[in-house]
């Protein structure tokens, strides 16, 4: 018997890595999920944010362990990972995921596994061949026993935002739960919310909304009864080119939530070309004026220090966000993270001006703008 058989299978399980791992732990029966690393084949999913974190962790760990890493940064910056990863699993895990640790149970060759990288007797990083994107029918959303997650209908996204990873991660082609599907879990909610790059975009290419495929899921959840719907807001959003009254009606009419979640990224037209986010300015404030006149709170999403973004463009940025504040609005406004993978990697974002710091500090004493921007 080698080594490995009697080893127990373990997910590193923390706060921020719970939509993950409520994915994944239905398809590897008998696993533990610990806090801390643990003699067998250890699993952890983390974001660029959490990665020196978790690298730190893994070098202090005294423990005889095979270390096996997924999620967004380790699909992006596989090398870097492979550094203190004996594995790195290269997008969706689903299938990857099961197929490696069996592998590594009965002592076989994981070269033949597809989309994972690892590193050979030489020291050099291989990756193996790229595997096909998952029909999500086919996999549970999580384990009702274990852990629950918000209901994931959709992944992929058309838009190819620089600063993003989830075009890169999920592909360009949405894919989406089926209705059937998505019954079968909306059971086990009382509050349910939704993942999704587009929560609007259900049932479409992600670029011409089928609001009647949205109706359709919101009337069939809400026909089961006694549970709050909340669809598109956090941890989901909604684009601007999709609010419209018909859209905004179905939300007032099926859901609980008076407030959606708003992509809008700058003020400044040059930018929004430039980081190839697909609308404009004025987009943005036809559909803040549009979940106004409905009596919907919009939280709206912004990013400062895009590279080459100059003071005059931060300030375009910051006459849009005093606008929404004054009608009512909500702002969420973060600095720009460089993420692997994406075609901002290696960059170096822009500084922040004063008058943003200054006039954002003291929205923010008023409650009107959360978020880290500097």
Not at 34 to 41: A, D, T, Y
Not at 141 to 152: G, I, Q
Not at 259 to 278: C, F, M, N, T, Y
Not at 364 to 369: D, E, N, P, S, Y
């Amino acid at each position: 018997m080698n080594r490995y058989q009697s080893m127990d299978v373990c997910f590193r399980w923390n706060r921020k890595n719970t939509y993950s791992l409520a994915a994944l732990v239905p398809l590897v029966p008998g696993a533990l999920r610990v806090k801390e690393p643990h003699e067998g084949i250890m699993i952890y999913s983390f974001a660029t944010l959490q990665a020196d974190q978790v690298y730190r962790e893994v070098k202090k760990a005294e423990t005889d362990t095979v270390f096996i890493a997924g999620g967004p940064h380790p699909t992006g910056a596989p090398d870097e990972t492979l550094e203190h990863f004996d594995y790195a699993v290269i997008g969706e895990g689903e299938e990857t995921l099961p197929e490696l640790i069996g592998t590594i149970i009965a002592g076989k060759d994981v070269s033949g596994v597809r989309g994972i990288a690892y590193r050979d007797k030489n020291g050099k990083t291989v990756m193996t061949e790229k595997r096909g994107f998952v029909d999500l029918d086919k996999y549970p959303c999580f384990d009702p026993d274990v852990v629950m997650a918000p209901l994931e209908i959709s992944r992929g996204c058309p838009f190819r935002c620089k600063y993003c990873q989830t075009p890169r991660i999920f592909g360009n082609r949405m894919r989406h739960r089926s209705l059937d599907s998505i019954m079968m879990f909306v059971k086990y909610y009382k509050d349910l919310r939704f993942t999704s790059s587009n929560a609007l975009a259900y049932g479409s290419d992600g670029i011409h909304p089928r609001l009647d495929k949205v109706e359709k899921l919101l009337s069939s959840i809400h026909e089961q009864g006694s549970r709050n719907i909340f669809f598109g807001t956090f941890p989901s959003e909604i684009r601007p080119e999709f609010v419209t009254d018909e859209s905004l009606q179905l939300i007032t009419k099926y859901c609980t939530n008076a407030k959606v979640s708003l992509g809008a990224q700058s003020g400044s037209d040059r930018i929004l070309r430039e980081i190839h986010r697909g609308h404009t300015v004025d987009d943005v404030v036809r559909s803040l004026e549009l979940t106004f006149s409905h009596g919907i709170t919009p939280v709206v999403d912004f990013m400062v220090g895009f590279p080459d973004e100059t003071e005059e463009e931060q300030d375009m940025s910051l006459e849009l966000i005093r606008w929404i504040c004054k009608k009512g609005g909500h702002v969420h406004s973060h600095y720009l993270t460089p993420l692997p993978g994406t075609p901002y990697a290696g960059i170096t974002p822009s500084p922040v001006s004063e008058r943003y710091r200054k006039m954002m500090g003291r929205m923010a004493l008023k409650g009107k703008v959360t978020g880290s921007w500097e």
